[in-house]
Nanobody, 116 residues
């Protein structure tokens, strides 16, 4: 059984920073891609950033230059450093991992709230 556990969400003022972490545990023999998605109230879940096993990264246009995704392969952990946060970044952030036989796993979500 694979689990993804997020941490690091919270309340921050506009212009502030937060760092999200997501640790994958269980029977893991291959990590293909890990990433972060978010879902704001009344909106669809959207991609924020992804990172591959080869450290290639991809970002949504709305977060480029402000967010940085990274990983620690030894710990099966992915991070999302979020700087210059805006109220429109408010959402539940979900960790995603495409692991083992290309199976998608999701974390439970962590709330990020940015006040103006």
């Amino acid at each position: 059984q694979v689990q993804l556990v997020e941490s690091g969400g919270g309340l921050v003022q506009a212009g502030g920073s937060l760092r999200l972490s997501c640790a994958a545990s269980g029977i893991i023999f291959r990590i293909n891609t890990m990433g972060w998605y978010r879902q704001a109230p009344g909106k669809q879940r959207e991609l924020v950033a992804t990172i591959t096993s080869g450290d290639s990264t991809m970002y949504a246009d709305s977060v480029k230059g402000r967010f940085t995704i990274s990983r620690d392969s030894a710990k099966n952990t992915v991070y999302l450093q979020m700087n210059s946060l805006k109220p429109e970044d408010t959402a539940v952030y979900y960790c995603n991992g495409r692991l083992n036989w290309d199976v998608d796993y999701w974390g439970q979500g962590t709330q990020v709230t940015v006040s103006s």
